[in-house]
């Protein structure tokens, strides 16, 4: 059996990876959209300062290896682990890929993480029918979808308010210093943030296809090289930067001051780190779409372009559905070959 399916295997693993570098790509704006927009750093500064981070996030995961549940709910949360099988691996990374190179040409700051969660339901349903979905994981992802832009929005919203009221005495120049040397961090932490919850999700891919081809020995568990493999392709996409996003992100849903920068990307952050505890695979797009919103409202509700806004809440809703088909026809082509 190992044999036969080593070619297969590895083939497969180079898909999930190229994903990953993909996944980074298409959402290098979510982790520097707020320090492009602000011109606190240049757009070449930036990717590279977001790919360090995103790859630093491995460090963080040898220290608290309870941050790897992201990983096991891709992997064994949303698909029943024991019906899966290379041809539904092979689906789910066709039908996410599909949708991401069409969202990335036309600029829309869609998820990657949802791309890969239609793919992988679509496959497997259409491997093993409705009964292989696993509803609490595959539930509190879709939940996810309108919890994480809206608790994001909220909590940006809540910081620019209370840090608004602390420096309500200090001069101009002053708080422009201090919020320019917060917006630095914050967008480190969003950065790190990104890369421990996306990276997850392809280590779950990879290590649920060791899994269902007898490669992966003892209890289903993230091996060592799967990880820090993601982390180096995540870290490489990012590298490369997405710029048809980054300006719909940084720039056409609102205009930011390094106030507002630091408020949404520390709303983001503090909602990755949530997340990525209780292993839920959010969306790091909606997340940073929501708490750009919430840092836009609490200037004003003019300053945010809704129609922009809108265009980009209108993709969140067809990711799924339509990652789903595109695996599905996939998975079924190769019952075909």
């Known amino acids: 059996m190992h044999e036969l399916a080593l070619p297969l295997l590895a083939g497969l693993i180079i898909l999930a990876l190229a994903f990953d570098f993909l996944n980074g790509l298409h959402d290098a704006a979510n982790s520097i959209a707020t320090v492009v927009a602000t011109r606190l750093l240049g757009p070449v500064q930036a990717v590279a300062f977001a790919a360090f981070f995103n790859f630093a996030a491995y460090f963080l995961m040898l220290a608290f290896p309870s941050l790897h549940k992201v990983a096991e709910t891709i992997g064994k949360g949303l698909i029943d682990k024991d019906l899966v099988t290379p041809g539904v691996v092979f689906g789910a990374l066709i039908g996410a890929m599909f949708w991401n190179v069409v969202t990335w040409l036309k600029g829309i700051p869609s998820s990657s993480s949802h791309a890969l969660v239609g793919g992988i339901v679509g496959a497997g349903v259409a491997h093993a029918g409705f009964t292989s979905i696993q509803w609490t994981g595959l539930n509190m992802t879709l939940v996810a979808i309108v919890l994480s832009p809206t608790l994001g929005m909220i909590l940006s919203m809540l910081i620019m308010l209370a840090t608004s009221w602390l420096i309500a005495r200090a001069t101009v120049s002053t708080a422009e210093r201090s919020f320019r040397a917060l917006h630095l961090v914050s967008s480190a932490a969003y ?9 997850q ?20 568990h993230v091996p060592h090289w799967v990880a820090i493999s993601c982390y180096i392709a995540i870290g490489l996409g990012t590298l490369m930067g997405g710029w048809r996003i980054i300006e719909t992100m940084g720039s056409r849903i609102t205009k930011l001051s390094q106030h507002q920068g630091f408020s949404a990307s520390t709303g983001g952050s503090v909602m990755l780190f949530a ?3 209780l292993g839920i695979p959010v969306s790091t797009t909606h997340t940073i779409t929501g708490s750009i919103i919430g840092a836009g409202v609490a200037r004003r509700a003019s300053a945010v372009r809704w129609g922009v806004a809108g265009n980009v809440l209108a993709a969140w809703f067809i990711t799924i559905p339509a990652s789903a088909t595109v695996g599905a026809l996939f998975y079924l082509l190769t019952r075909l070959l």
């Open 191 to 199: 950065s790190v943030g990104h890369g421990l919850n996306d990276a």
């Open 275 to 277: 997340a990525s505890a």
């Open 201 to 220: 999700k392809t280590m779950g891919i990879i290590t649920v296809l060791l899994y269902s081809t007898g490669y992966l020995s003892g209890e289903f």
